[in-house]
């Protein structure tokens, strides 16, 4: 089972930050936490991963709490092509397999 | 560099009759995973291989399905005796090496009829 919570939905007006939030409080010190997003009904697309420090590249931000027990995925200016399905997922270093939960489905409005 | 490849992107199959599905990992990967998503569901990891080698399959199910990933070709996802609710969205993806970076094709629809 998904070792993760998040939001079902969510709206985010077009050029706005979209912040997606997940909750991971059995999260181990040796799990990282992963974000991929499923674009209608593409493969899914990875987007960013960390372990306790805040991490950016040029798709996303990836903020964990110092517990690490929840992070946000941020998206700085949503587009309308940022509309799909985003998940958040915690994976054991070097593990071979993803635990997909259901993600949250991110609605970006003109 | 291509990406990973997967086909045929839709698949119908009759109740009975078998389905293959076949996966081509990025140039340089050599670890290669299955996964299926039903309608309106999150992906489901099935199966994890290098090649000749089947190294989990834990989330395969334990009849009608197997896997391979020859020396040379793609890997092959079989269904056998193929039912309704085989239908599916089976995504593969690659990766070099053990808990890299994973980069998923873009599936094949298997619907049965």
């Given amino acids: 089972d998904a070792k993760t919570t998040q939001p079902t939905s ?5 050029g706005r930050a979209a912040n997606l ?6 999260i ?13 009904s593409q493969g899914p697309q990875y987007i960013i991963h960390g372990l306790k420090n805040n991490e950016t590249n040029e798709m996303a931000s990836l903020i964990i ?27 054991v270093a070097r593990s071979d397999k993803l635990i997909f939960g259901t993600g949250t489905r991110l609605q970006v409005f003109p | 560099n291509a990406g990973v490849m997967q086909n045929p992107r ?7 009759q078998e389905a293959r599905l076949r996966c081509s990992p990025m140039k ?15 992906l489901k990891f099935m199966v994890y291989l290098q090649k000749e080698n089947i190294i989990d399959e834990s989330g395969m199910p334990k009849e009608r399905f197997s896997a391979e990933f ?13 039912v309704r609710g085989d239908s599916a969205a089976y995504f593969c ?8 970076g994973y980069t998923f094709g873009s599936g094949t629809r298997l619907t049965v009829v």
């Fill in chain 2, 70 to 82: 020859p020396k040379e070709g793609p890997s092959i996802l079989r269904i056998q005796q193929v």
């Fill in chain 2, 28 to 42: 340089g990967h050599s670890h290669v995973y299955w996964y299926r998503q039903l309608p309106e569901e999150g």
């Fill in chain 1, 10 to 14: 969510m709206d985010c007006a077009e």
């Fill in chain 2, 93 to 100: 993806a690659s990766s070099p090496a053990t808990g890299g």
């Fill in chain 1, 21 to 26: 939030p997940c909750n991971h409080s059995t």
């Fill in chain 1, 28 to 40: 181990s010190g040796n799990e990282y936490v992963y974000w991929y997003r499923q674009i209608h």
């Fill in chain 1, 65 to 91: 709490t110092e517990d690490r027990k929840s992070s946000t995925l941020i998206l700085p200016h949503a587009t309308l092509r940022d509309t799909a399905v985003y998940y958040c997922i915690v994976r």
């Fill in chain 2, 10 to 16: 839709h698949l119908v199959r009759r109740r009975g």
